[in-house]
């Protein structure tokens, strides 16, 4: 029971957030050597900064051509648009732009919704708009990265700067083979994440749904029914 409850509730530190850490942890002993008013408010702020850079592990689904969750938060947007046109991508056509806000409170690590090779990754300067706006998919600061499927179907999936969020960090590379699921970066306090499925492929999840990173299906590439899928920890 007890190792169940700390796998629930204690979860690793994002590496990204070591030094965030640290600087907190440093002011808040020296504001307790001035008050400890301003050292208890410095501790509030530590503790909710470890609790932003936490990285949990995630039970990604193992059945092949399942697109999950590029991140956790709530989706906010299902819409037809075309892939971002800095990624040149052979598709042309209109595809679905699934939108998932996340709040500061939501985990702020990205992962990858599909199994591929990266065949290119932009990182475009922009705005620092509203996460939640539909043109902040457009005119934010915002790094995309085009995947390519065994069956050379194409998903995108792009990390969206907000209002606050103010750095994106992309941890993988051009031609790098991805596990579905896979740790791709993380996007600091508060943000989007757009994740383009391929063409003729239906959405499985709704505008206003809850959804976890690596582990919710938003699209079955082949839609086959009754099969199992079991998962594995990444």
């Known amino acids: 029971m007890k190792a169940e409850v700390l796998n629930k509730y204690v979860h690793p530190i994002h590496k990204e957030g070591y030094i965030f850490i640290i600087i907190a942890l440093a ?8 008050s400890d008013f301003f050292g208890h408010i410095s501790l509030v702020l530590s503790l909710f900064v470890i609790y932003f850079f936490r990285d949990p592990v995630r039970v990604v689904p193992q059945v092949n051509n399942l697109v999950v969750s590029g991140a956790d938060g709530y989706v906010i947007d299902i819409t037809k648009v075309r892939l971002p046109a800095e990624l040149d991508a052979i598709e042309t056509d209109e595809v679905y732009r699934i939108s998932t806000f996340l709040s500061v409170l939501d985990v702020h690590v990205n992962r990858t919704p599909i199994e591929g090779i990266v065949k290119k990754i932009v990182y475009n300067p922009g705005k620092f ?3 939640e706006l ?6 934010n600061e915002r790094n995309s990265l085009l995947i390519q499927t065994e ?26 083979k991805l596990e579905k699921g896979q740790r791709i970066g993380i996007i600091r306090f508060g943000s989007r994440v757009d994740v383009y499925l391929p063409n003729g492929i239906i959405p499985k999840v709704a505008i206003g749904q809850k959804v976890v990173g690596g582990e919710t299906i938003l699209a079955d590439i082949n839609e086959s029914e009754g099969r199992e899928i079991l998962g594995k920890e990444i």
């Open 27 to 34: 002011a808040t002993i020296l504001l307790y050597q001035v």
């Open 129 to 131: 708009l509203s996460a």
């Open 134 to 139: 539909n043109k902040a998919s457009e005119e």
């Open 151 to 176: 069956d050379n179907r194409e998903v995108a999936v792009v990390q969206i700067a907000g209002l606050i969020a103010r750095r994106i960090k992309c941890i993988v590379k051009e031609d790098e």
